[in-house]
C-alpha cells in the first residue's frame, strides 16, 4: 500500500522560511516523478514544484527562485524549502509521486501552511 506522509507545515509571518517533507512508502521511489502542490480556500489544486527521476526540476513562477525542490532516494523523502514567504502562498500543501505504466498517481493528505501579514 503506497503512503505519503506531509510534515512542516505552519504559521510562519511574512518573509519567513519553511520546510515541507514528504515521506513515501510502499512505491519504487527512485523512479517516481515526484511534486508538491498546493490548494488555497476556493482555488484548484496548483503545481507548485516537480522533480524527476532524473533530478530535473520545475517551478511555478509564482514560487521560483524562493522555493526549492529536492529528493533523497535513500531516505525516500521529497522536500520543499519555501523561503521568503508570503500571504499568498498560504495553502494546503499536498505531495505527489507517480510511476507506473498506466501512469498512476499517489497523493498525500495535505499540509497546512499559513503565511501572516
Known amino acids: 500500500q503506497v503512503q505519503l506522509v506531509e510534515s512542516g507545515g505552519s504559521l510562519v509571518q511574512a518573509g519567513g522560511s519553511l520546510r515541507l517533507s514528504c515521506a513515501a512508502s510502499g512505491i519504487i521511489f527512485s523512479i517516481s516523478h515526484l511534486g508538491w502542490y498546493r490548494q488555497a480556500p476556493g482555488n484548484q489544486r496548483e503545481l507548485v514544484a516537480s522533480i524527476t527521476a532524473g533530478y530535473r526540476t520545475n517551478y511555478a513562477d509564482s514560487v521560483r527562485g524562493r522555493f526549492t525542490i529536492s529528493r533523497d532516494n535513500a531516505k525516500n523523502t521529497v522536500t520543499l524549502q519555501m523561503n521568503a514567504l508570503r500571504p499568498e502562498d498560504t495553502a494546503v500543501y499536498y505531495c505527489?509521486?507517480?510511476?507506473?505504466?498506466?501512469?498512476?498517481?499517489?497523493w498525500g493528505q495535505g499540509t497546512q501552511v499559513t503565511v501572516s501579514s
Open positions: 505527489k509521486a507517480s510511476n507506473g505504466n498506466p501512469l498512476r498517481d499517489y
